[in-house]
């Protein structure tokens, strides 16, 4: 795969694909033209459903809750496969009507006439049939579906309030599941009713709904399973929202030949660190170099030399002119001129790591990009001296990426935090188009954005990466992938994905508190190790596939 921009539609796995709820109803409604028809789909999804927890559960005690729409449609006809298995199963109703006028799939009459139990909330207000049936193993939660976005009340937040005391009361483990997604989260926004059971397993049809991967929605997913219903993938042609999933890194990760050597790989120039700041020099370096990039130049002033080519001996420095800041010395305004007149034959420039925040760094950063750039992450300071100018945008390299945390977007957009967090996907997306730029949001599920209109949502979030010097390493890593010649977006979604698998990984050895920016180093190259030699997993079959 070359990474490249144009190519990305045909390199994604069709159930890669994220979908608002509008979007998924559309695509079932032109799927049931096309003759795949509504209740085939139905069946297809309840048989999936039960296919994925007898395989997690065996023949465990089941208690399917069905609501009143489609979702509950979903949990009979799983209930009826769960029956078929031998399983123990029974189905307990609320508001869903049975008669034959609505029952006309009669999902409903093909239960009763198995013999499989049923019950229904309104004649059991008390819940004492309920808390019996509780003594389940496992919950399947069909009650509400995608389609929910009012708070819960009334019956249904008592039931589920009985559902939540089973669980904290049992002696056992009472188990999860829902079916498309938790009742109570609000697949387009990631709103989560407090009254939302927490699943261990989720079952979802054909795509990911948005709000499986907002936060706090996303709390209350638990394992992601994408169920294939045998929906044509052209009908999802158009959707330009995916998960950036181990596959896809591996499928963008640079090639490493044995017959080639350094000039291979490419040079990447880092523009960083200032007297106070001296360790962000170092692990941006340090991680464009474990990334595998060619040749690593440090352009930084002499007394940030000093540290960092004490720990890393690897680089080449080029010395810069200094000047006095409040916190000690940092690069000079002139200093632009030297780092351009050294850049020809560099594939990419990393710039703002450590720079601090100062009239005479915003102005080395206004000359140089002034002047003609190659590939370029900027990051950190890079991005605060971008955001007191305010015809920045016009000012970047035409092969940008930005990899702001929320609070740096705020001054690029002349917004607040709050306002920023309030809606991630959206800004991200509408920022990388009138920024032309491939844009990085950080955070629990990064995203990053490029301007046609593409948006990658990395499903990572650990404490293990909350710590200073983090964004440096990944400014790093991206800097390290584009001077071994991915494109931008590929190189941001690349770079993320390796990021976070790091931070994965030191996490589950070191643990979650504690975890230095530094501990991540040593972590990238195994990392990458591991995507280049593992067999690549299959893509969704019969059951799906974890997103």
């Given at each position: 795969?070359?990474?490249?921009?144009?190519?990305?539609?045909?390199?994604?796995?069709?159930?890669?694909?994220?979908?608002?709820?509008?979007?998924?109803?559309?695509?079932?409604?032109?799927?049931?033209?096309?003759?795949?028809?509504?209740?085939?789909?139905?069946?297809?999804?309840?048989?999936?459903?039960?296919?994925?927890?007898?395989a997690r559960f065996g023949r465990a005690?089941?208690?399917?809750?069905?609501?009143?729409?489609?979702?509950?449609?979903?949990?009979?006809?799983?209930?009826?496969?769960?029956?078929?298995?031998?399983?123990?199963?029974r189905v307990y109703l609320w508001q869903?009507?049975?008669?034959?006028?609505?029952?006309?799939?009669?999902?409903?009459?093909?239960?009763?006439?198995?013999?499989?139990?049923?019950?229904?909330?309104?004649?059991?207000?008390?819940?004492?049939?309920?808390?019996?049936?509780?003594?389940?193993?496992?919950?399947?939660?069909?009650?509400?579906?995608?389609?929910?976005?009012?708070?819960?009340?009334?019956?249904?937040?008592?039931?589920?309030?009985?559902?939540?005391?089973?669980?904290?009361?049992?002696?056992?483990?009472?188990?999860?599941?829902?079916?498309?997604?938790?009742?109570?989260?609000?697949?387009?926004?990631?709103?989560?009713?407090?009254?939302?059971?927490?699943?261990?397993?989720?079952?979802?049809?054909?795509?990911?709904?948005?709000?499986?991967?907002?936060?706090?929605?996303?709390?209350?997913?638990?394992?992601?399973?994408?169920?294939?219903?045998?929906?044509?993938?052209?009908?999802?042609?158009?959707?330009?929202?995916?998960?950036?999933?181990?596959?896809?890194?591996?499928?963008?990760?640079?090639?490493?030949?044995?017959?080639?050597?350094?000039?291979?790989?490419?040079?990447?120039?880092?523009?960083?660190?200032?007297?106070?700041?001296?360790?962000?020099?170092?692990?941006?370096?340090?991680?464009?170099?474990?990334?595998?990039?060619?040749?690593?130049?440090?352009?930084?002033?002499?007394?940030?030399?000093?540290?960092?080519?004490?720990?890393?001996?690897?680089?080449?420095?080029?010395?810069?002119?200094?000047?006095?800041?409040?916190?000690?010395?940092?690069?000079?305004?002139?200093?632009?001129?030297?780092?351009?007149?050294?850049?020809?034959?560099?594939?990419?420039?990393?710039?703002?790591?450590?720079?601090?925040?100062?009239?005479?760094?915003?102005?080395?950063?206004?000359?140089?990009?002034?002047?003609?750039?190659?590939?370029?992450?900027?990051?950190?300071?890079?991005?605060?001296?971008?955001?007191t100018h305010a015809d920045w945008p016009?000012?970047?390299?035409?092969?940008?990426?930005?990899?702001?945390?929320?609070?740096?977007?705020?001054?690029?957009?002349?917004?607040?935090?709050?306002?920023?967090?309030?809606?991630?996907?959206?800004?991200?997306?509408?920022?990388?188009?009138?920024?032309?730029?491939?844009?990085?949001?950080?955070?629990?599920?990064?995203?990053?954005?490029?301007?046609?209109?593409?948006?990658?949502?990395?499903?990572?979030?650990?404490?293990?990466?909350?710590?200073?010097?983090?964004?440096?390493?990944?400014?790093?890593?991206?800097?390290?992938?584009?001077?071994?010649?991915?494109?931008?977006?590929?190189?941001?979604?690349?770079?993320?994905?390796?990021?976070?698998?790091?931070?994965?990984?030191?996490?589950?050895?070191?643990?979650?508190?504690?975890?230095?920016?530094?501990?991540?180093?040593?972590?990238?190259?195994?990392?990458?190790?591991?995507?280049?030699?593992?067999?690549?997993?299959?893509?969704?079959?019969?059951?799906?596939?974890?997103?």
């Amino acid at each position: 795969m070359s990474g490249l921009e144009e190519d990305l539609p045909m390199n994604f796995a069709p159930a890669n694909r994220i979908v608002t709820v509008a979007a998924m109803q559309a695509i079932e409604r032109s799927a049931d033209a096309a003759g795949h028809f509504f209740a085939t789909m139905m069946e297809i999804a309840g048989r999936r459903v039960a296919e994925a927890i007898l395989a997690r559960f065996g023949r465990a005690s089941y208690l399917v809750l069905a609501g009143p729409g489609n979702n509950g449609g979903d949990g009979l006809v799983c209930a009826r496969y769960l029956h078929a298995a031998g399983a123990a199963v029974r189905v307990y109703l609320w508001q869903r009507a049975t008669d034959a006028a609505h029952d006309y799939e009669q999902h409903y009459a093909k239960l009763t006439a198995l013999g499989v139990p049923t019950a229904r909330a309104d004649d059991d207000p008390e819940f004492v049939t309920l808390r019996r049936w509780l003594e389940a193993g496992v919950v399947v939660d069909a009650l509400l579906g995608t389609g929910a976005n009012r708070p819960i009340h009334g019956q249904l937040a008592a039931l589920l309030t009985e559902v939540e005391q089973a669980q904290a009361d049992s002696d056992a483990r009472l188990h999860v599941v829902a079916v498309d997604c938790a009742s109570g989260m609000n697949c387009d926004d990631g709103a989560l009713d407090p009254h939302t059971l927490l699943p261990e397993l989720t079952v979802t049809f054909a795509y990911a709904k948005c709000g499986h991967y907002m936060f706090p929605a996303a709390s209350a997913v638990g394992e992601l399973m994408v169920a294939d219903i045998d929906i044509d993938p052209a009908l999802a042609a158009e959707v330009r929202t995916f998960v950036l999933d181990e596959a896809q890194v591996r499928a963008w990760l640079p090639a490493r030949p044995a017959n080639s050597h350094k000039g291979a790989f490419g040079k990447v120039m880092l523009a960083v660190g200032s007297e106070a700041y001296p360790g962000a020099s170092y692990l941006a370096s340090a991680a464009a170099a474990r990334t595998g990039a060619g040749l690593v130049t440090v352009a930084t002033i002499r007394s940030v030399w000093q540290l960092v080519a004490a720990k890393l001996p690897e680089p080449t420095y080029l010395f810069l002119p200094e000047a006095s800041g409040p916190n000690g010395a940092v690069i000079a305004g002139e200093a632009a001129a030297v780092v351009a007149n050294a850049l020809p034959g560099y594939r990419a420039l990393v710039l703002g790591c450590g720079l601090g925040n100062t009239p005479t760094t915003q102005a080395f950063v206004a000359e140089l990009l002034a002047q003609p750039l190659p590939a370029t992450v900027i990051d950190a300071d890079g991005l605060n001296a971008l955001a007191t100018h305010a015809d920045w945008p016009q000012r970047l390299p035409p092969r940008t990426v930005l990899t702001p945390h929320p609070a740096e977007m705020a001054r690029l957009c002349g917004l607040s935090v709050e306002q920023v967090l309030a809606d991630r996907w959206m800004l991200a997306r509408k920022m990388a188009a009138a920024w032309r730029c491939t844009l990085l949001l950080k955070g629990p599920y990064t995203l990053i954005a490029e301007p046609s209109g593409w948006l990658a949502v990395l499903p990572v979030a650990t404490p293990a990466l909350a710590s200073a010097g983090s964004g440096d390493v990944l400014a790093g890593v991206i800097g390290g992938l584009l001077a071994q010649g991915l494109a931008p977006f590929a190189a941001a979604c690349v770079g993320a994905g390796l990021h976070g698998m790091a931070g994965l990984a030191c996490g589950a050895t070191i643990g979650v508190a504690g975890v230095l920016a530094s501990d991540l180093l040593p972590t990238l190259p195994s990392v990458q190790h591991r995507l280049r030699t593992a067999s690549p997993p299959a893509r969704p079959g019969s059951t799906g596939e974890e997103a």
